[in-house]
């Protein structure tokens, strides 16, 4: 039973680019959250979206970022135009169920901006 | 997210000592987890609590929920060298989602 996949594991962009992000949740979970994880810090909340929806972005950057969870295919948090501060590792996590209170992480993405 | 005060921030142990490092929140917490994270690794949950003075265990890993809902503490006994790590507390208050985490908690075993 296969854990969260997340890709790529390293991602070096240049100010200005785009860095697309990718999580495919475990099997039979359908919400997704994602954190971000500056150095030597905990985990910050970002979004929760479930199937085609997003339930609460209220964690995310209001401008250049974005998220979906399509019917199809694994979630994407996208960022537009980063800057050197968007450096940092994402996280998603999956869970069964909004009852489920278990959150089962990925290896995340380390996102390098030069 | 609440805010969670987790400590002590780093700890340097002998191999066979025990750890415990704790965690505080401002608000009172439904669900209170722990994970282990390794370097360049994703946080790998090791305990789930889910009720006020819950104890519960995971090998030589024990964890209980506060009485008080507003903290939960770790141990880890008889330490041995994969021990080493960052261990993150994280809560989660009733009707929300969302894991506020603490900052973690540095763990170096010595041999």
């Known amino acids: 039973n296969a854990g969260v996949m997340q890709n790529p594991r390293h991602l070096v962009r240049r100010r200005g680019q785009e860095a697309r992000l990718r999580c495919s949740p475990m099997k039979g979970h359908s919400h997704v959250y994602w954190y971000r994880q500056l150095p030597e810090e905990g985990l910050k909340f970002m979004v929760y979206?479930?199937?085609?929806?997003?339930?609460?972005e209220s964690g995310m950057p209001k401008e250049r970022f974005s998220a979906e969870f399509p019917k199809e295919g694994p979630s994407i948090l996208r960022i537009q135009q980063v800057v050197r501060g968007d450096s940092a590792a994402y996280f998603c996590?999956?869970?069964?169920?909004?009852?489920?209170?278990?959150?089962?992480f990925g290896p995340g993405t380390r996102l390098t901006v030069t | 997210g609440q805010q969670l005060n987790q400590s002590p921030q780093s700890m340097f142990i002998q191999e066979g000592e025990d750890v415990s490092m704790n965690c505080t929140s401002s608000s009172i917490f439904n669900t209170w987890l722990w994970y282990k994270q390794d370097p360049g690794e994703g946080p790998v949950l090791l305990i789930a609590l889910y009720k006020a003075g819950e104890l519960t265990s995971n090998g030589r890993l024990t964890a209980q929920f506060g009485i008080t809902r507003k903290d939960s503490f770790l141990n880890i006994s008889a330490s041995i060298p994969s021990d080493v790590g960052i261990y993150f507390c994280?809560?989660?208050?009733?009707?929300?989602?969302?894991?506020?985490f603490g900052a973690g908690t540095t763990v170096t075993v010595r041999a």
């Open positions: 996590a999956s869970s069964p169920s909004t009852t489920g209170h278990e959150q089962y």
């Open positions: 979206l479930q199937k085609e929806n997003i339930i609460d």
């Open positions: 994280a809560g989660r208050p009733r009707h929300d989602y969302k894991l506020s």
